[in-house]
């Protein structure tokens, strides 16, 4: 039934208080008497490690997570958790190579990284371009995915559900990144809880329905009776393979796409700018722990939905109002089954995930507006409280746009998929701009405008390139897509900076201690660990 019982309202108030409550301590016990932009943006020096890891995962695990990658579950299987198990070793690579550049360049912002690195066109340009990707795209597909989880579980009007999440986001945001930071520690307990918790119970729903003897059967139960959702590589011809194009998810575009979302992307490494090495370093290999942990809380779900679906359960509860199944149901439709008390939690973990993405990315959004074309271009003299105040403002300005946006996203059949996609037009262009940026110390402006121009037109061009497969012609994969762009620009940047007689002596190479990119003996225990986690994985469900 599409409601909260009296019992779900009180589980779910108590998280509420708790947050806001807890949120409004850390602002009041750790303000300073003139909060400046360090602090209140970046948190400066004051973030712990596991509060930096909670808080990546807190930002980066939304409803497009519980919703949309469960609804990828219940569409194509285990195949889609690649994001998230490629994602873990990428924050390796991150942590080893990209940390130390920024921290040893005092970077506090991605464009102000451009600027540094560049110039100020190529740092505005991507400004914009980052502004709009955020609150088109991510802001307005977290409000979207939310508002309608919400609306099936509780049966509150959708309009109403974004007002609420608006709100309960600002509460959270406006107070600063400590205020993010800390908050987000309990937002990642309560959303991984509640997640374990809807696992476990979809695997109990799955014994009971199918006549297994215990819960755990239940998953030799789901691979035997959806064996095709169970392979994490697909093959050519595969209904999916447009979505993970083959073994371009291990060794070709994914990669792209990691390392620009975690390495180049101002409301992931946001969390690590304000750390000293060894913190941030130490926040990021959390981070790719928590990171081998979400497929359990979201995928697994997704595919017992499916297994149930196919077993005759759900028939009209996984229909759209036009009578096609949608994937994206999967989910909200477990939760309306859970116990009372229960589904509570499980709501309350739901709500953590929106709110904490929410924070998070309306932070990065207020970062970039505020100190790349505020400061810069609008009010250079703007004194510190003047732009704290202007970043408070963009957050309410950045929300209400994306509200207003987000109810055209229902024409979307896989939501998680366009977000990927559409991110993806960007992706290429900016990881070459920046890997090009930190390691050849040659590559000009020029370079870099030219691919911050080409990025877009590019990926275009591809995306609406037919090609001849099987004897029918087809779209190129946009994972394949993006590695091609990538090429591409990397080709055209090379060839710039070559004909550039004044690259040879570029002033304008960053400060690398090569020294930095040694790590301790407990970093790579780690390391190990994870990337033979991995390696497991993908033996067993090739």
Known sequence: MNHLSALDCAVFFIYFIIVSAYGYWVYRSKKKKQTDTKDYFLAEGSLTWWAIGASIIASNISAEHFIGMSGSGFAMGLAIASYEWMAAATLIIVAIFFLP??????????????????????????????????????????FFLGAIAIETITGIPFSTCIIFLAIFSAIITLGGMKVIGYTDVIQVIVLVAGGLITCYMALKLVSEKLDTQTVLGALPLLRSEASDHFHMIFSKGDKFYNELPGIAVLVGGLWINNLNYWG??????????????????????????????????????????????????????????????????????????????????????????????????????????????????????????????????????????????????????????????????????????????????????????????????????????????????????????????????????????????????????????????????AFMVAAVIICGILAALYSVFW
């Not at 001849?468 to 779209?475: C, D, H, K, M, Y």
Request: proline share 5%.
């Open 101 to 142: 550049i920024y921290l040893k360049n005092k970077i506090y912002t991605m464009p102000q990284f451009l600027s540094q690195r560049y110039n100020n066109t190529v740092s505005t340009l991507m400004a914009v371009f980052w502004l709009l990707v955020y609150v088109f795209v991510n802001l307005t597909s977290i």
């Open 264 to 521: 180049c992307n101002q409301y992931i490494v946001q969390r690590a700018l304000g750390a000293d090495l060894k913190t941030g370093r130490s926040g990021l290999i959390f981070a790719a722990f928590l990171k081998l942990l979400i497929p359990v809380i979201v995928v697994i779900p997704g595919i017992a939905a499916f297994v149930l679906y196919q077993r005759g359960y759900f028939q009209q509860e996984m229909l759209d109002a036009s009578g096609v199944v949608k994937p994206d149901h999967a989910y909200p439709v477990l939760m309306n089954l859970l116990p009372v008390g229960v589904k509570g939690m499980a709501f309350a973990a739901l709500t953590a995930a929106i709110v904490a993405s929410l924070a998070g990315k309306s932070n990065s959004i207020a970062t970039i507006f505020t100190l790349d074309i505020y400061k810069k271009f609008i009010k250079p003299e703007a004194s510190e409280r003047r732009l704290v105040a202007v970043g408070r403002w963009s957050v309410v300005v950045a929300s209400l746009i994306a509200i207003v946006v987000a109810p055209a996203l229902r024409s979307f059949d896989q939501v998680y998929q366009f977000i990927q996609e559409y991110v993806g037009f960007i992706s290429p262009g900016v990881f070459a701009i920046f890997l090009l940026g930190f390691f050849w110390k040659r590559t000009t402006s020029r370079a870099a405008l030219t691919a911050a121009l080409l990025t877009i037109p590019l990926s275009m061009l591809f995306k609406f390139l037919p090609v001849l497969t099987n004897g029918w012609i087809a779209a190129i994969p946009f994972l394949n897509r993006m590695s091609w762009v990538f090429v591409i620009i990397i080709i055209l940047m090379v060839l710039v900076t070559l004909t550039d007689p004044k690259s040879k002596n570029n002033p304008q190479g960053l400060e690398i201690d090569r020294s930095m990119f040694k790590v301790t003996p």
